[in-house]
């Protein structure tokens, strides 16, 4: 019988840094909205929920937590840990599922769209899986509305500057590899454009010391916990215009397009079982197509 491989040995710490980044996240974001709203400030709603089985067995499950603010029109910052056996037509897709179809995974999912057209959207997601193999995958981006505005240039520099000191920490070749992934994985081929200012994307990371990558992995989201919530207060107060705001909602059909078509984290949540609100958390309150 194949011996598990050594993620197996980090569930319960992955799992537990999941939700204490969840919670500074969460906690992080509260604050701004205190600062833009004041006793009246908008809170986190989470509701927990059970991943079904066919069985009726275990199978995991997950916290949604999501606020709906001043600053933050809607933003869901969501872990869960679910396990149990592929389905056969998924285990293919799968490194090591088609030798044992068991699995189990665990991650924490951020998406923010922002009242203020000023302030970038941004997206965040690390995650742990474990079939007879184990490794981490993830990443963070950055959508401004108009990427060649200098505000939006300076944001997405600060935000890359964050991701790559993190990156240069554990391997000096990581950044400029996961940068160029995040360009093309968040790419709309049939709208021939990136959706935004990019960050980085990694998947199936597994460089043989599974603690090392996991330490990788925490760095990456205290990374997106310093650069974030500094980049909102830069740009929350700034006046902005009826026409950038409808901007605004053309360009998040742009993110709504992805994620529906393209995104592999959407598509794993909905074949493994999991909460279809909390998996669909990632699509914006309100939008528009032209």
Same mark, same amino acid.
């Given at each position: 019988?194949?011996?598990?491989?050594?993620?197996?040995?980090?569930?319960?710490?992955?799992?537990?840094?999941?939700?204490? #980044?969840?919670?500074?996240?969460?906690? @992080?974001? !509260? /604050?701004?909205? $205190?600062?833009?709203?004041?006793? +009246? *400030?908008? &809170?986190?709603?989470?509701?927990?929920?059970?991943?079904?089985?066919?069985?009726?067995?275990?199978?995991?499950?997950?916290?949604?937590?999501?606020?709906?603010?001043?600053?933050?029109?809607?933003?869901?910052?969501?872990?869960?840990?679910?396990?149990?056996?592929?389905?056969?037509?998924?285990?293919?897709?799968?490194?090591?599922?088609?030798?044992?179809?068991?699995?189990?995974?665990?991650?924490?999912?951020?998406?923010?769209?922002?009242?203020?057209?000023?302030?970038?959207?941004?997206?965040?997601?690390?995650?742990?899986?474990?079939?007879?193999?184990?490794?981490?995958?993830?990443?963070?981006? #950055?959508?401004?509305?108009?990427?060649? @505005?200098? !505000? /939006?240039?300076? $944001?997405?520099?600060?935000?890359? +500057? *964050?991701? &790559?000191?993190?990156?240069?920490?554990?391997?000096?070749?990581?950044?400029?590899?996961?940068?160029?992934?995040?360009?093309?994985?968040?790419?709309?081929?049939?709208?021939?454009?990136?959706?935004?200012?990019?960050?980085?994307?990694?998947?199936?990371?597994?460089?043989?010391?599974?603690?090392?990558?996991?330490?990788?992995?925490?760095?990456?989201?205290?990374?997106?916990?310093?650069?974030?919530?500094?980049?909102?207060?830069?740009?929350?107060?700034?006046?902005?215009?009826?026409?950038?705001?409808?901007?605004?909602?053309?360009?998040?059909?742009?993110?709504?397009?992805?994620?529906?078509?393209?995104?592999?984290?959407?598509?794993?949540?909905?074949?493994?079982?999991?909460?279809?609100?909390?998996?669909?958390?990632?699509?914006?309150?309100?939008?528009?197509?032209?």
């Amino acid at each position: 019988m194949t011996s598990p491989p050594p993620h197996a040995a980090l569930k319960e710490e992955a799992h537990a840094w999941f939700e204490g #980044l969840r919670d500074s996240l969460c906690a @992080a974001f !509260e /604050a701004i909205e $205190d600062e833009q709203a004041g006793q +009246a *400030a908008a &809170r986190f709603v989470r509701t927990p929920w059970q991943r079904p089985t066919e069985d009726a067995s275990p199978g995991g499950g997950g916290v949604m937590s999501v606020m709906k603010g001043a600053v933050f029109e809607k933003v869901g910052v969501n872990v869960s840990t679910v396990f149990g056996t592929f389905s056969p037509e998924f285990r293919g897709q799968i490194p090591g599922a088609a030798e044992d179809p068991r699995f189990w995974a665990s991650g924490i999912s951020v998406v923010a769209h922002m009242c203020n057209p000023r302030v970038p959207a941004a997206h965040f997601n690390t995650r742990m899986l474990v079939t007879s193999r184990g490794w981490f995958g993830g990443g963070g981006d #950055l959508t401004p509305l108009r990427l060649d @505005a200098p !505000e /939006a240039v300076a $944001d997405a520099a600060d935000f890359h +500057a *964050a991701f &790559r000191s993190a990156c240069e920490r554990h391997d000096p070749g990581y950044y400029p590899r996961f940068k160029e992934w995040c360009d093309r994985y968040f790419f709309l081929p049939h709208r021939d454009e990136p959706r935004g200012a990019g960050g980085i994307f990694f998947d199936q990371l597994d460089s043989g010391d599974a603690a090392a990558d996991l330490a990788f992995v925490e760095d990456a989201g205290r990374a997106f916990l310093d650069a974030f919530p500094r980049i909102v207060r830069r740009r929350m107060a700034e006046t902005w215009t009826p026409e950038e705001r409808e901007a605004l909602l053309v360009k998040r059909g742009r993110y709504v397009e992805f994620n529906l078509l393209y995104d592999r984290g959407t598509l794993f949540g909905l074949k493994t079982g999991g909460n279809t609100d909390a998996i669909l958390m990632s699509l914006p309150p309100e939008v528009r197509w032209p």
